[in-house]
T-cell receptor
């Protein structure tokens, strides 16, 4: 089975702190994604990466950056956390595009910024 | 880009009844349509998917139908059980790397 692991499930950070959310997948997938999930807004794409060191902005990249130094690992970075970044963050991975390649999600990271 | 709309946003059914969730999409290039179930405090899990060359797919109590002409697809859950209570998301994907998600349907099955 595909496994996407988000190392931190629950975090509480202070405003202005730098926050790292780590994600690892074990299926050699080319694509990795970071989504933010808020009630009533569904899943919103922050960034995705289709290869090592490659990244593309999603719908809401402001205030976030990402890092993909190894194929299996994709990190989301909040340079200076703000209260409006309190949310659930979901990491996901999939094989390269072409249609029919399922996206698999991790269990989510609940971030509270105080 | 693609736009996926999902209805209804909330749905309550009696145990044993059927539940239907509908999604529409805008990009005719989309050719893969997965459905996800998200239980409280967990990440979305794939429950069923359908490709554009198929009109219907069934897996036990769950079925998905696709109408490419009308650009809509639906999830059908029969003989609902309390453990079916969750949030369900539809998605569409085409030739690009991205997946486009509906805003979710919160299904409650009343015992």
């Amino acid at each position: 089975d595909v496994k996407v692991t988000q190392s931190s499930r629950y975090l509480v950070k202070r405003t202005g702190e730098k926050v790292f959310l780590e994600c690892v997948q074990d299926m050699d997938h080319e694509n990795m994604f970071w989504y933010r999930q808020d009630p009533g807004l569904g899943l919103r794409l922050i960034y995705f990466s289709y290869d090592v060191k490659m990244k593309e902005k999603g719908d809401i990249p402001e205030g976030y950056s990402v890092s993909r130094e190894k194929k299996e690992r994709f990190s989301l970075i909040l340079e200076s956390a703000s209260t409006n970044q309190t949310s659930m963050y979901l990491c996901a991975s999939s094989r390269v595009a072409g249609g029919g390649n399922t996206i698999y999600f991790g269990e989510g990271s609940w971030l509270t910024v105080v | 880009g693609e736009n996926v709309e999902q209805h209804p946003s909330t749905l309550s059914v009696q145990e044993g009844d059927s539940a239907v969730i509908k999604c529409t999409y805008s990009d005719s290039a989309s050719n893969y349509f997965p459905w996800y179930k998200q239980e409280l405090g967990k990440g979305p899990q794939l429950i069923i998917d359908i490709r554009s060359n198929v009109g219907e797919k069934k897996d036990q109590r769950i079925a998905v139908t696709l109408n490419k002409t009308a650009k809509h697809f639906s999830l059908h859950i029969t003989e609902t059980q309390p453990e079916d209570s969750a949030v369900y998301f539809c998605a569409a994907s085409g030739g690009g790397n991205q997946f486009y998600f509906g805003t979710g349907t919160s299904l409650t099955v009343i015992p």
